[in-house]
């Protein structure tokens, strides 16, 4: 199995994956730069900045350019060629499933945030939320099986609404185009245990 860290500000989940890593066999992928959530470089004198998750299409990577701080089409061409270059890395059509690792903080982006009436509404066909959980800790995911699957174990679990959800950019996004199984496995910072039983059951539906 392959997991992916896209954000580098973001380590409870790689603490987890490499836990479980160490008992069960895979691969991380984790992009390391500054230790923070963004990517900045330079271009023929000019700092460009970018959300790593934002730029697997060309108009989420245009748009989270122009989000914070200058734009341009050699930016452009920069980032998705680097974005293409993770891709290869990960070999990402050719995987059967992507697991992404990603950390939220208490009271921000959480499974509500999909729940009608709220930011990201219409991004998703269908939502679950277990009695008795953290809406923090929550998997977000493209495929209507991987759905009925985490559904049943108990868990939180979100469906991607893959004809309608917004193009910013993000690896789930790209994955719905594409028709491949996605899995985003997001949980509170700090949340270690809750982390590691969340990709635990991704492990036993999947194994290795």
Avoid: W
């Avoid at 160490?22 to 330079?42: K, Y």
């Avoid at 060629?81 to 697991?99: A, G, P, Q, R, Y």
């Avoid at 049943?152 to 609404?161: P, T």
């Amino acid at each position: 199995m392959v997991l992916i860290n896209l954000h580098d500000d973001e380590n409870t989940g790689v603490e987890a994956a490499q836990q479980l890593l160490r008992q069960n066999g895979g691969r991380l992928i984790q992009l390391r730069h500054d230790g923070t959530r963004l990517i900045s470089f330079q271009l023929e004198g000019t700092t460009y900045t970018f959300d790593p998750n934002r730029m697997f299409t060309d108009l989420g990577a245009r748009l989270t350019l122009e989000k914070y701080g200058p734009y341009s089409e050699k930016a452009l061409m920069a980032v998705r060629t680097f974005s293409n270059e993770v891709l290869d890395i990960c070999d990402f059509d050719h995987l059967s499933l992507v697991v992404t690792l990603h950390n939220n903080s208490d009271q921000g982006y959480s499974l509500e945030s999909y729940a009608p009436g709220a930011i990201y509404e219409s991004d998703a066909r269908e939502i679950h939320h277990e009695s008795g959980t953290d809406v923090d800790d929550f998997f977000f995911v493209t495929d209507a099986e991987l759905f009925e699957s985490l559904r049943k174990k108990r868990l939180n679990v979100v469906l991607q609404d893959n004809d309608n959800v917004t193009d910013d950019g993000s690896l789930s996004v790209l994955a719905g185009k594409r028709g491949i199984p996605y899995i985003n496995a997001e949980a509170q910072e700090g949340h270690l245990q809750q982390q590691l039983k969340m990709l635990r059951s991704i492990y036993a539906i999947y194994g290795n």
